[in-house]
């Protein structure tokens, strides 16, 4: 089984955090000793804490920007087709959503993408392979995430994530708002169309490419919905509660003992 990339990259911060506590303590075991002290906690804690903060803030900028600029770089190389099918024309006139361009790709694709200002793709493989209903269901899903600015907020979560190595409670919650995020994309569409076209575009999409079709993501929670079956709880893992709340102390010892370090080696 291979490891998921995320948990490569905690115990890559495991291994380097504990190297930099370890070398703390054997260098400067004076110092470190009186921090540990309780008169010093206070001052401790915010040698720790705010370089963390700091750490954590620029890093999640930088690697916001990054995955922004790369979805940017990834849909700018999709090809564009010459004009809106007659069909997708149609739907996107009886739905009402704005925004729309279509891409040259016999896949049926949809998805919303854009930062600054959001918009539809759909590929022709999408017009051909859906009928009327079943397309206006996929627009109508699209317009929800639209309205919501969803590419911008789920790439904020998603670099959040990623930079929260040592609080795996950030990927979980990542990933429970996507579904959240799913599921009132739905809501919306079944408003307009009701269950039979957005179970049948969901069933299509999701039996095809679903690599391609972002309509198609978290297929189980959707079709409960559909059914009006009562969503299953989610509730994180005990471990990942566990080591979410030895992550933070962790990371920020390691934060604390890093500025201990180069202060006195400027200072020497």
């Given at each position: 089984?291979?490891?998921?990339?995320?948990?490569?990259?905690?115990?890559?911060?495991?291994?380097a955090?504990?190297a930099?506590?370890?070398?703390?303590?054997?260098?400067?075991?004076?110092?470190?000793?009186?921090?540990l002290?309780?008169?010093?906690?206070?001052g401790?804690?915010?040698?720790?804490v705010?370089p963390?903060?700091?750490v954590?803030l620029?890093?999640?900028?930088a690697?916001?920007?990054?995955?922004?600029?790369?979805?940017?770089?990834?849909?700018?190389?999709?090809?564009?087709?010459?004009?809106?099918?007659?069909r997708?024309?149609?739907?996107?006139?009886?739905?009402?959503?704005?925004?729309?361009?279509?891409?040259?790709?016999?896949?049926p694709?949809?998805?919303?993408?854009g930062?600054?200002r959001p918009?539809v793709?759909v590929?022709?493989?999408?017009?051909?392979?859906?009928?009327?209903r079943?397309l206006?269901?996929?627009?109508?899903?699209?317009?929800?995430?639209?309205?919501?600015?969803?590419?911008v907020?789920?790439?904020?979560?998603e670099?959040?994530?990623?930079?929260?190595v040592?609080?795996?409670?950030a990927?979980?919650?990542?990933?429970?708002?996507?579904?959240?995020?799913?599921l009132?994309?739905?809501?919306?569409?079944?408003?307009?169309?009701?269950p039979?076209?957005v179970a049948?575009?969901?069933?299509?999409?999701?039996?095809?490419?679903?690599?391609?079709?972002?309509?198609?993501?978290?297929?189980?929670?959707?079709?409960a919905?559909?059914?009006g079956?009562?969503?299953?709880?989610?509730?994180?893992?005990v471990?990942?509660?566990?080591?979410s709340?030895?992550?933070l102390?962790?990371a920020a010892?390691?934060?604390?003992?890093?500025?201990?370090?180069?202060?006195?080696?400027?200072?020497?």
């Amino acid at each position: 089984m291979s490891l998921h990339r995320s948990h490569v990259q905690s115990a890559g911060f495991i291994a380097a955090g504990t190297a930099i506590i370890a070398g703390t303590v054997a260098m400067h075991p004076t110092v470190v000793q009186q921090a540990l002290q309780p008169s010093s906690w206070p001052g401790t804690i915010v040698l720790g804490v705010l370089p963390l903060a700091g750490v954590v803030l620029v890093a999640w900028i930088a690697r916001l920007a990054f995955v922004l600029s790369r979805a940017a770089r990834t849909v700018g190389r999709l090809p564009r087709a010459e004009r809106l099918p007659a069909r997708l024309r149609s739907s996107v006139a009886r739905t009402g959503v704005e925004r729309v361009q279509c891409i040259s790709s016999s896949l049926p694709i949809a998805f919303c993408a854009g930062a600054r200002r959001p918009h539809v793709i759909v590929s022709e493989g999408l017009a051909e392979q859906l009928d009327d209903r079943e397309l206006e269901a996929v627009l109508l899903h699209e317009r929800q995430h639209l309205r919501e600015r969803e590419p911008v907020v789920r790439a904020a979560c998603e670099a959040a994530a990623q930079v929260l190595v040592f609080f795996p409670l950030a990927r979980w919650w990542s990933r429970r708002r996507i579904e959240q995020a799913e599921l009132r994309a739905d809501q919306a569409a079944l408003c307009r169309v009701g269950p039979r076209p957005v179970a049948a575009a969901l069933f299509r999409l999701g039996s095809t490419v679903p690599a391609a079709a972002a309509f198609a993501g978290d297929t189980e929670l959707r079709v409960a919905q559909l059914l009006g079956d009562p969503l299953p709880p989610q509730r994180p893992a005990v471990w990942m509660v566990a080591v979410s709340l030895a992550g933070l102390p962790f990371a920020a010892a390691v934060a604390g003992c890093a500025v201990l370090n180069i202060g006195l080696l400027l200072g020497a």
